[in-house]
């Protein structure tokens, strides 16, 4: 299964990966803005509705809100909703 990220801006782009920027909270604080590379191996950017998606592969959403945590907590996306 693959997440739906929304995404603020492409920052970069290169032949294997991208670099977008996303809104992310950890806890229940405020959001925050931050630039992410995700692989083009498992991520792949969609326009809805004029507005910049990405799609992740469930397990790298994952390891990045994990590898991303602050404090015990994890970091979280601003999700649009779930792609199958």
């Known amino acids: 299964m693959r997440t739906e990220i929304i995404v603020n801006s492409l920052v970069k ?5 991208i670099c977008v920027n996303v809104s992310v909270t950890w806890g229940k604080g405020s959001c925050k803005q931050k630039s992410i590379w995700f692989p083009k191996s498992v991520a792949e950017i969609i326009t809805i509705n004029g507005g910049l998606h990405i799609l992740v592969q469930d397990w790298f959403a ?22 199958n």
Do not use: P, Q, R, V
């Open 13 to 17: 782009e290169t032949e294997k990966a």
């Open 62 to 83: 994952d390891k990045i809100s994990k590898d991303n945590a602050y404090k015990g907590y994890l970091m979280n996306f601003e999700f649009s909703s779930i792609i």
